[in-house]
Every structure is written in C-alpha cells, then in structure tokens.
C-alpha cells in the first residue's frame, strides 16, 4: 500500500482501518511545497571559523567551539546547510524530522540535491519484521552498522549531490539517537577533522510508532 511514492512493508494494511492509500489535500499541499530551512547569515566571528578547511593549530577555533557554533547552522563537515526542514527532538545534540518531511525525502522531490537516503532501522529483528518502512536496513548493532557504513562508505556518484543518512528505533528515544551518534563518533575518528563520510545525520521523530499512527490516523480522519 503507497503514500504517494511511499511503501510500508511487512506489516497486513488490508483491513479497512488500516488501509493507507492516499493523503489528505492538506498533506499533499505541504509535501509539493517544503519550506526548506535556510540558515540566518552567520556573524563575522563565525564566518571565521566556517572555511572548509578549518586547521587545527588556530587555537580559537578549536572543534568544540565550532561544533557549538556551526552545529545549528551547517552540516557536519560545515560546507552547506541541512537539505532537511528540521524540527527540535528530545536530544538537543541530533537533527529530527517529522514523518512529513521522511515522506518528502523519500519521494524523491529533492532529486537535484540528494542521491541516496539511507533509513537505518535500529529496532530488534522480531519488530522490524512486524512492520518497516521500505527499503530501510535493519541494522541494530554497532558491528552491523560499522561493517555496512564506514567499512565501504557510500558515496554520492556527483560531488554536487548528498546521501543522507536517517536513522529510527520503536520511538526514537534512545537506540535511533545512540546508532546516530556512533556513526558520527565514529566517522570523526576515521577522517581528518572537519572531513566526514556522512556529514548529514537525521532522526526520525517519534520513530517508527508515530510514523505508522500519523498516516493510519490521518487516513482514518479522511
């Protein structure tokens, strides 16, 4: 069963209640105009600090402070904005998205700019076989995520396009956010800094849960 270009897998949508087939005029008017979040221009300290290649012996711009300055503002190797609109979530740290915005990623409307979203689902086997979203990877380990992402990274085919990496559990509330954050402590240790192998990191809101009773209710509602 599709929601637009969008599939969910595994999980038995024939009973009446469950069926998602179409949004609503509302949904499909939000998903055919996002309002990509546009960065404020940064101040002149913070402009310093922001060229790509940022070096290590210039001792006030050591990465901590960076981070701390550019977190909200730039990906994480500080060379461009977020594709994303992102929403605030429980771990201040990690960028979330609604459902709405995983629906418009995966929809491909953002072709021009991102190759490849990869959605990592963190849940235990048993729970990704009740239900996943298509085509995400059921990677619960931090071997599993290791051997798949940072031992033969995945690589945009143009240098002008993006891969995206999203990752959820059941909630989102800690297996998602931890899986996000080893990829990244990870990928710090195997580059030089500000380098990265996935610079763009999401969480999905509410995880699989709220994904799956969002549409399910906004059909129902319909």
Avoid: W
């Avoid at 991102?114 to 729970?127: A, K, L, N, S």
């Avoid at 954050?181 to 809101?205: C, G, I, S, T």
Wanted: charged residues 25%; hydrophobic residues 30%; negative net charge.
């Amino acid at each position: 069963y599709t929601v637009g270009e969008f599939y969910f897998e595994g999980i038995d949508l024939s009973k009446e209640n469950h069926r998602i087939t179409n949004l609503d005029d509302k949904m499909i008017c939000y998903l055919d105009s996002p309002e990509i979040t546009t960065p404020p221009p940064l101040s002149p300290s913070i402009q310093v600090c922001s060229e790509r290649h940022i070096q290590r012996s210039k001792s006030f711009c050591n990465h901590t402070e960076i981070e701390k300055l550019l977190d909200k503002e730039l990906i994480g190797d500080f060379t461009k904005s977020f594709a994303l609109s992102t929403v605030e979530g429980k771990h201040q740290d990690l960028k979330y998205i609604t459902p709405e915005m995983m629906v418009f990623a995966l929809s491909g409307q953002l072709h021009h700019v991102v190759e490849r979203i990869v959605v990592i689902d963190c849940r235990y086997p048993y729970e990704f076989e009740g239900g996943h979203i298509k085509g995400a990877l059921n990677l619960y380990q931090e071997e599993q995520v290791e051997e798949y992402l940072l031992r033969t990274p995945i690589a945009p085919l143009s240098p002008d396009h993006r891969v995206l990496l999203v990752f959820h559990c059941e909630f989102s509330s800690e297996r998602g956010p931890g899986m996000c954050r080893f990829v990244r402590r990870r990928d710090r240790a195997m580059n030089e800094y500000p380098n990265l192998q996935y610079p763009e990191l999401y969480v999905l809101k509410g995880g699989y849960q709220e994904f799956f009773h969002h549409f399910r209710v906004k059909h129902n509602r319909g």
